[in-house]
């Protein structure tokens, strides 16, 4: 039983989300069904590091998934925990991330989607990282021995969009 | 609104933290006139620095304090005083029924959770707080009505930005602050708490605030109130439950028997349990693996689902494996057969079964009320 106050953020979320989602040539949202959406698959089409499970090699993924899920008391009480679930891949390199569990540190009651977004991408992109506290003690780490390779993708998640006529060249 | 207010002489009272502001209100309880049987609930144990600004003894260091402060309680002959070692979140809600809500927490999560509770149950709210850098002591009285307003109505966004806690990676969150205030201050909002608690057993000497605010700064020397009115865009949508009582065990109910007693047996209908998540997996903090499990709530999980069987560290529901209600369509037969008490369930929790169109139906499992309350956290 949703009530009108949650019901209306709900909805002014999947519109502002999939708003970022068309301005944005990185993510890509999935909403799953329902009446209003509580439930998004975002994939994040950006380099991020993975550990190899047989060899430890370090090396980079080309996208992410990330399972976002709004409970019905969401506005009132909020653990990140349970808000974000780190679906793909499995071997994500990062201090904050332990796949199913993705630490963005502070996430407050009714924080907007499109804020979540962008907290996401910049965990998996090392935009954003905190060292001191980590879910991924060995990443971070590897990652303060490393910081010369970070971030691994320096786009931002929206970018101006820019007009651009192309012709052929007159031959002169 | 305030003088129209009636409230069962015995009502129990519930005295929700027993620290700076609760262990005074305490020592006041054996002189209001009616006060009922007494729950004291806090998961703390006393430590030395409470010595001077809380009112215990050195003896009473390394104690819990609910129990602390219930076996004190008990010298004076208070009858059927109680200590609930845990969160009030933990109390089930039959416990409460019928009392009223006294908060004394330093925590603003506790108190967003006691406003709903207090809501929900239609029982009337003494909130106190203190500011002990500012000498700053406030005492507010919530009653659930038609247009009254809750303890939220007054919150803003910043309001919800403190609230959020600070998640630490492995799990664990930022203690709360403590508040720094000097006994002094405590029992001086203890006192206007027992005030309030007195006015609305109707035997105190003047009517209830109900609606109001009494802020007293001491630095100052002043004293300012403030009425509260209902807030259209309040975050809590301000329902008043009426509870029916399911007199059964949950040993003795199956899941899928709930929807035909709450005559909502139609598809697609659901439970859920306020602020209650169900599961059916776990995965390791420790990063061993997930593993199914039967369809449980997911904060009573059993002494072998919480931890790993092979690292020993804690099994967490991720968000994806949470669900905040069971729909009928989506459980397998196995699932409906499963008893409330498999569930997670206990004597005394409230839940709703709801269906497109139509009105929610909230029952309660029968319980004794907390008179027979455990002295450790059940």
């Known amino acids: 039983m949703l009530d009108y106050q949650t019901r209306s953020f709900l909805e002014r979320n999947l519109v502002a989300a999939m708003e970022l989602a068309d301005q944005s040539d990185i993510l890509e949202l999935k909403p799953f069904a329902g009446d209003p959406v509580r439930k998004y698959i975002a994939r994040f089409h950006a380099r991020g590091l993975v550990r190899d499970p047989v060899t430890g090699e370090i090396g980079e993924a080309p996208f992410c998934d990330v399972g976002i899920w709004f409970p019905d008391d969401y506005l009132q009480r909020c653990t990140p925990f349970e808000v974000l679930t780190w679906l793909c891949p499995p071997h994500a390199w990062h201090p904050q991330i332990r796949a199913p569990f993705i630490c963005p540190g502070r996430l407050g009651e009714g924080t907007q989607l499109v804020d979540i977004l962008y907290q996401c991408y910049d965990i998996w992109t090392y935009q954003k990282v905190n060292w001191g506290d980590a879910l991924n003690h060995e990443a971070a780490a590897w990652g303060r021995r490393c910081l010369d390779r970070l971030p691994v993708d320096k786009r931002p998640l929206k970018r101006r969009r820019v007009a651009v006529n192309v012709r052929a060249a007159e031959a002169s | ?378």
């Open chain 2, 1 to 378: 609104m305030s003088d129209t207010v009636v409230i069962d002489a015995n009502a129990p009272l519930i005295v929700v933290g027993c620290g700076n502001t609760g262990s005074p209100f305490a020592a006041l309880i054996p002189s209001i006139p009616g006060a009922g049987p007494v729950l004291f609930v806090d998961y703390d144990s006393y430590e030395a620095k409470n010595l001077v600004s809380q009112r215990i003894l050195p003896c009473d260091v390394g104690k819990p304090k609910a129990a602390v402060q219930a076996r004190w309680l008990r010298r004076f002959g208070v009858r059927a005083t109680a200590a609930f070692v845990g969160r009030i979140e933990d109390v089930p809600w039959g416990w409460l029924r019928g009392g009223i809500l006294v908060s004394c927490v330093d925590s603003r999560g506790a108190r967003l959770y006691m406003n709903q509770v207090a809501w929900r149950l239609g029982l009337p709210l003494v909130d106190v707080a203190v500011d002990g850098p500012d000498l700053l002591a406030r005492v507010s009285v919530y009653l659930s009505g038609d247009d009254a307003p809750c303890l939220e109505c007054a919150w803003h966004e910043g309001h919800y930005r403190n609230l959020a806690k600070e998640y630490h990676c492995d799990g664990s969150t930022a203690a709360t602050a403590a508040t720094n205030a000097p006994s002094a201050l405590g029992a001086l909002a203890a006192g206007l708490q027992a005030i309030e608690v007195s006015a609305l057993l109707g035997t105190g000497l003047k009517a209830p605030a109900v609606s109001r605010q009494a802020m007293f700064d001491l630095r100052n020397q002043t004293c300012t109130v403030t009425r509260f009115t209902r807030n259209p865009a309040c975050r809590f949508d301000h329902q008043r439950w009426d509870i029916r009582i399911l007199d059964v065990r949950p040993e003795d109910v199956a899941l899928g028997d709930v929807f035909a007693e709450a005559a909502l047996s139609r598809e697609p209908s659901a439970l859920s349990l306020e602020h209650r998540r169900f599961t059916r997996a776990l995965t390791c903090a420790n990063g061993c693996g997930r593993i199914a499990i039967p369809l449980r709530l997911a904060d009573r999980l059993t002494a072998r689902q919480r931890l790993c069987r092979l690292c020993g560290e804690r099994n967490i529901a991720a968000g994806f494996d949470l669900v905040d209600q069971l729909v009928l369509t989506e459980l397998s037969a196995a699932e409906r057969r499963r008893s409330l008490a498999q569930l997670g369930l206990r004597p005394g929790d409230v839940f709703t079964v709801s269906a497109p169109d139509r009105s929610p139906v909230h029952l309660q499992l029968a319980c004794n009320g907390f008179a027979h309350a455990p002295w450790r956290k059940v």
